[in-house]
């Protein structure tokens, strides 16, 4: 089993849908990554969380520490938020350390 | 915002040749960057931690002299394949964190990536 989950590992959707990316994982952390990579390979950081909730746009992430468990949701979807999302764990204390990553989430979003 | 750049985006080489990879930090100095290959399909796997000043960390599997890797300076990491045989035909990012003083916020900024092809 992968220290990091993700599901579901497709995700296809009409625009405008509510979209939810859960992620799921088995060691303590000191912050979990949510990342976009574009289809041209390019890696966006979308949240860095350790506790409670991050609002961006029309982007929602939320953190459990306790169930370890974060979830990355999307509202009012469109076309243009086709990418692979990517749940990553850090440890470690604050300094640069390194991330686990899950497998990654293909999200189609039709017109 | 911070920036990292990566040169070049993509690559050709024949079998048997080096080939270096640069990943810069544009507007603020990253003690650490890290490495990762990505085959197709697949998630990203951390190669390497790059220390400015120091001898990098490799993870277990990676071949420290096959993936040369210099970080030579706090805005600097290059990774050199060297003698590339197809199977290292992949996509290599790199990443830096911003340290700003003693103010690690530990957010992570990705260079474009590099696409491999050795013939």
């Known amino acids: 089993k992968n220290e990091v989950e993700q599901s579901p590992q497709n995700l296809t959707a009409q625009e405008g849908e509510f979209i939810t990316i859960n992620c799921s994982y088995s060691?303590?952390?000191?912050?979990l990554h949510w990342l976009q990579q574009h289809p041209g390979g390019g890696i966006v950081s979308l949240f860095m969380?350790?506790?409670g909730k991050k609002k961006h746009g029309r982007l929602i992430a939320t953190i459990n520490i306790q169930e370890k468990h974060s979830s990355l949701h999307i509202t009012a979807s469109h076309p243009r938020d086709s990418a692979v999302y990517i749940c990553?764990?850090?440890?470690?204390?604050?300094?640069?350390?390194?991330?686990?990553f899950g497998q990654g989430t293909r999200l189609t979003i039709n017109p | 915002g911070a920036v990292v750049s990566q040169h070049p985006s993509w690559v050709i080489c024949k079998s048997g040749t080096s080939v270096k990879i640069e990943c810069r930090s544009l507007?603020?100095?990253?003690?650490?960057m890290f490495w990762y290959r990505q085959f197709p399909k697949q998630s990203l796997m951390l190669m390497a931690t790059s220390n400015e000043g120091s001898k990098a960390t490799y993870e277990q599997g990676v071949e420290k002299d096959k993936f040369l890797i210099n970080h030579a300076s706090l805005t600097l990491s290059t990774l050199t394949v060297t003698s590339a045989h197809p199977e290292d035909s992949s996509f290599y990012i790199c990443s830096a964190s911003w340290a700003s003083g003693r103010a690690n916020t530990g957010e992570l900024f990705f260079g474009e990536g590099s696409r491999l092809t050795v013939l």
């Open positions: 507007d603020f100095q990253a003690t650490t």
């Open positions: 969380l350790s506790s």
């Open positions: 060691v303590g952390i000191s912050a």
């Open positions: 990553a764990s850090s440890r470690g204390g604050k300094g640069a350390q390194k991330l686990v």
